[in-house]
């Protein structure tokens, strides 16, 4: 159960490298990947438990997201990923219970959403990358290592009278699968909900010819011939994909800060990044700095700056500090978003970037600062936007400003006082999960307005962005320090279990997408599931998992 | 005539009456006739076999001996007499009556319970089919078929439960039963020791020594489960299963003492030299089929073993001679080894957890037995050699020692240590293929033995050793 004071832990880090893998193999062979999961059960994460029958815990999903991530930059040439298991029997047995019993509510919480974001970013991979995920299930693919498969477009299983698909969450743990899985299975595969629901009752699952009857899986195929048929499969999508891009990739080099300590502070200083933690007052301030070079408007300069890049560089930056913000500062419950340079230096760059959506260089980089950008609208802590002097909110820094609950516009006549600038990265190249641009979702009862704002080429001063309905408050300089404050300080001060459901609420407004109602539904009913006594309790199905002693279930239905 | 009659199909279970059951024997039993055909002995299936048949579950009924074709053999469907107001022995539902349908919750791990019994019984009918034509005697090639064919009745009885008590699913993975092929890499049987080549006779009387006694404990553990049925379907067959070690015991005790005279007889006491099964090699075997049968009980620390006893499914063998039935509060100690294999740590682990173990360790002291009695023909005879029992870390591929190297000491070893030493632990392709050698011929002439084993002490239900237990119909 959770401790009244949490652990002193060590810090979860997130960068890795290929060579460092504990958990997955990587092969490249011209135009098919290999991923391998082959976890390593004595490297867990934490100490505690043993990642038995490829059970992942969260370091064996960094793991996969840098893979993931690795392939697009650093391997262009590659059109089909297979993903397959190196234990016998066993493609993979989905999260590890034990770690889950051992783990905080929070922790739990994070961990599910960062293996769904994998779990996206792996089916964008395949939708705009030209990387199609190929699911190989040499093995039985049970709970999280289903909806792993699910992930992919294709999946195939091995029948050995053996290797089955299976959600055994609610039979075996009184809980739902926690990355997608039933959404996928009736949304994305388009299951029949009758056997969708016998199949999420069957703990050990379906196999064989009735897999795919179900539509669990695309195909079944005997053992003897399974890696022949499955890279038959692999080789024809290479022959029928999109010409090769041109490669070669570029490498992605590691991002860490440089870490110090002042006081209460925790600063972590990245190139472009600073994060700074306030232990006291349980806000943390995230400051991005534009750029200060030329942009780069032709491929062969975008691959001599590489992962230096400015939006690669800053936006990879921005996502390890967003993660070390989730899982490293479980109590700071306000980020303050910030930005620091010339907005005209970072249209300038955005436009180049949208000038190169041709390449692919080009294209996986607008890709990725999309993804970061979510990856900030889904982090479960209140964001306030201060666009300060000398700030330089324009283009793709002005979507963390629209990405933020709420933003203050100092109101000034200084030269230097803050512009908001608009620039093509705004009109459709960094969509919100539910398929929108941020305008778009921030302008849903005005759609026009939304489209006109594409035809401003000016900075927005206090007033025009006051008028345009781009901030939210316009303090002047003798009220801006007290209405700051204030407003951190209440913010602070409410109840984080309200404000991380009353923000997601807010945040999504609009059309649903698969996207949206995953993580809709994994904070709605898998977070509560997770806390009811019949999960967790005494008598919990999860606290009972693999004690001798049976769960008992309080029988009263909501 | 159909085949489904009470006639054709010997039973206590009324199926003269049962819609249900004979519904679904009608489609199952062709097709166990088909795999019986296919993947039963191969060459013997027109002799006359001089079998017992089980006609009835009195004490005059279960063993009736006569001549009979082994596909005419009647596999029939018994469950010892259910005993009146049976309640739990052990678990969670200590003392609540036993269940005569099978509880929705338990559902799933009855049924894996029971396909997991049922798929053992038909893998080693497959493992055994080719053995008829290098058979020692006609003794032994009438007591391999009865093996066979109780395997067979095994299956029957497995199948009955699923049939009659599992609906749908139950008809399908009755079916499933009769698809998986041991050793076959697409359609492997479940339990690995069921997919090990059994190629000649010294390896089958191995494996009805020892894993055919991992069948009697799975089944003396499952006659306490609640759920009546199963719990009087194994103990019937337990009845059944004595024969088969039986079988091994007295197979293995007449090669050690065909042994012991060839290496007596030989000047430098090597029975290889005299064309017999020397002791060492002997001894390779006993590692080989006694590790591959421990792993049959499974993980040292189970959480399926804990649900299993807690829910009533399956208890210890002979669960009323323990005391607490519970088993809340015990724990067993474990050798944990270290992931840098730099040793050991000590374990507690709840007992419901380790129940694996304790089943495990009935076994191990019920396998000393036999080989105490071989150890004891060696000590008469003079020799120094003892038959040993190798630990039971040695040669596991499931549990907490799989994927690590001991001796049959229980010493670890390095890989390279593993590799230069295993030829010495276990049979090498040249010992499979020296004892292959000295069994190319059949010996069908009755009486006669082959020349690396003694004849039995005496033969089967007062039949003299020169009995004639099998007809051939077509040497």
Known sequence: MESATPKVEEPVRFSTHPSRYHHWKLHVDGAVARLVMAVDDQHPLRGGYVLKLNSYDLGVDIELADAVQRLRFEHPEVRAVLVSSGTDNCFCAGANIYMLGASTHAFKVNFCKFTNETRLYLEEASAKSGQTYIAALNGVASGGGYELALACETIYLQD??????????????????????????????????????????????????????????????????????????????????????????????????????????????????????????????????????????????????????????????????????????????????????????????????????????????????????????????????????????????????????????????????????????????????????????????????????????????????????????????????????IAVEERASLSPDALTGMEANLRFAGPETMETKIFARLSAWQNWIFQRPNAVGERGALTMYGRPERPEFDWRRT | MSNVSSERIPNNVDLASDRKLQRALEAWQPRFIDWWMEMGPEGFQSDQVYLRTAISVEADGWAHFDYVKMPDYRWGIFLTPPTQSRTIGFGDNLGKPVWDTVPGEHRNALRRLIVTQGDTEPASVEQQRLLGQTCPSLYDLRNLFQVNVEEGRHLWAMVYLLHSYFGRDGREEAEALLERRSGNEDKPRILGAFNEPCRHWLSFFMFTYFTDRDGKYQLLALAESGFDPLARTTRFMLTEEAHHMFVGETGVGRIVERTIELTQKNSNGDARAEGGIDLPTLQKYVNLWYSVSLDLFGGEISSNAANYFASGLKARAKEDRYEDHLVLDEVMSFEVPRADRSGFDRQDVPLRNAMNEVLRGEYVEDSQRGVDKW?????????????????????????????????????????????????????????????????????????????????????????????????????
């Open chain 2, 375 to 475: 150890n004891r023909q060696l000590e008469e005879a003079g020799l120094a050699f003892r038959i040993t029992l190798p630990s039971t870390r040695f040669h596991r591929a499931t549990g907490l020692y799989a994927g690590l190297h001991f001796d049959p000491e229980g010493r670890l070893l390095s890989e390279a240590e593993w590799q230069a030493q295993k030829g010495q632990f276990l049979p090498t392709e040249d010992d499979e293929t020296y004892v292959s050698s000295l069994m190319q011929r059949p010996i069908y002439e009755p009486g006669k033995m082959a020349h690396w084993i003694a004849p039995p002490a005496k033969g089967i239900k007062g039949r003299p050793i020169d009995f004639e237990y099998v007809r051939r119909q077509d040497i």
């Open chain 1, 160 to 485: 050995d009278g053996s290797s089955a698909v299976s959600f055994p969450e609610t039979p075996l743990l009184a809980v739902l699968p926690g990355t997608g899985g039933l959404t996928r299975l009736v949304d994305k595969r388009k299951v029949r909900r009758d056997l969708a629901d016998v199949f999420s009752t069957l703990a050990e699952g379906v196999r064989g010819k009735r897999s795919k009857d179900w539509g669990l899986v695309d195909d079944v195929f005997a053992k003897s011939r399974f890696d022949a048929e499955v890279k038959k499969r692999a080789d024809a999508l290479v022959a029928a994909a999109a010409p090769k891009d041109e490669g070669p990739g570029i490498l992605l080099a590691d991002v860490a800060p440089t870490r110090s300590e002042d006081g209460a502070k925790l600063v972590s200083s990245y190139r472009y990044v600073e994060f700074t933690v306030d232990r006291e007052t349980r806000t943390a301030t995230l400051l991005v700095r534009g750029p200060t070079s030329p942009a780069a408007t032709d491929g062969k300069t975008l691959r001599e700056q590489g992962s230096d890049h400015w939006h690669l560089r800053a936006f990879r930056e921005l996502d390890d500090a967003l993660l070390d913000l989730r899982f490293n500062h479980p109590t700071v419950g306000l980020l303050v978003l910030e930005t620091s340079g010339d907005p005209e230096a970072v249209r300038a760059h955005d436009e180049a970037l949208a000038g190169l959506g041709g390449d692919w260089l080009g294209r996986e980089i607008s890709l990725l600062v999309a993804r970061v950008l979510r990856r900030l609208d889904l982090t479960a802590r209140s964001l306030f936007a201060t666009l300060r002097p000398g700030s330089c909110f324009a283009g793709s820094l002005f979507e963390l400003a629209l990405s933020a609950d709420r933003s203050y516009m100092l109101a000034s006549q200084d030269d230097d006082a803050p512009r908001i600038g608009l620039s093509s990265l705004n009109f459709g190249a960094l969509p919100m999960s539910n398929g929108l641009t941020r305008l778009e979702t921030r302008f849903l009862a005005r759609p026009e307005h939304a489209a006109s704002l594409r035809d401003v080429r000016h900075l927005f001063d206090h007033d025009a962005a006051l008028e345009h309905g781009l901030v939210t408050f316009t303090p002047d300089d003798i009220d801006w320090d007290d209405d700051v404050r």
